[in-house]
């Protein structure tokens, strides 16, 4: 992970520091990489002044240890002012805790069983996004063909959601006042988790049933 990144970030023009406390985990490192090599752990204030901490616009933890990551992003923030920080997170239910402390997290285990759920069920079956405490996703829903000619806000109304996008023929749409639901149209919404089987259920039912 921590070798993927700052690829990206080096062939995106940004200048790069790698910190590991086995000096033999860079050899992961590209021949070309230009970036700094620091040898020691994250959170230790010494080895982060090293690697440039104190002039950094972002800190990415991605250790394999959970405690160790938030640990290294409260310090690059708090003790260094960092702004834009993140911390890689394995147990889904520290993550939402680190999160309403005001520490982005990732949390991998989550995210990647819902990649993996995304695949293996039927289309819409599982959210495209969730937030780090689980709580509101991002989810396509089936429309019946009846919202045909439907404003969307109309249909944001009845089902008390918020719509985020449509994908009109491979296109993303985005919603005005006047957007109107066509055939073929799939609808994305942004609600929480335990709301979208209600949204589900009256999007799926013509418009004369629900009422």
Partial sequence: MGSTLAHILEDSGHSVAII???????????????????????FDRDVLTEA?????????????GDNSNIISARVARETFGVDNVVARIYDPR??????????????????????????????????LWRDPTGTVVLAEVTVNTSWIGTRVVDLESRTRSRAAFLNR??????ISHDTVVQEGDVLHVIAAESDMDRI????????????
Avoid: H
């Fill in 200 to 211: 589900n259920k009256v999007l799926a039912a013509a418009p004369e049933e629900d009422e």
């Fill in 52 to 64: 440039g901490v104190e002039s950094a616009t972002a800190f990415v933890a991605v250790s394999s």
């Fill in 169 to 174: 023929m491979g296109e993303a749409v985005t």
């Fill in 20 to 42: 590991d406390r086995d000096p033999q985990a860079f050899r992961r490192l590209r021949a070309g990489f230009r970036g700094r090599r620091v040898t020691g752990v994250g």
């Fill in 94 to 127: 520290r993550a939402e805790v680190y999160q309403r402390l005001g520490i982005p997290t990732v949390a991998t285990v989550r995210w990647t069983a819902d990649q993996i759920m995304r695949r293996i069920l039927p289309e819409g079956a599982e959210p």
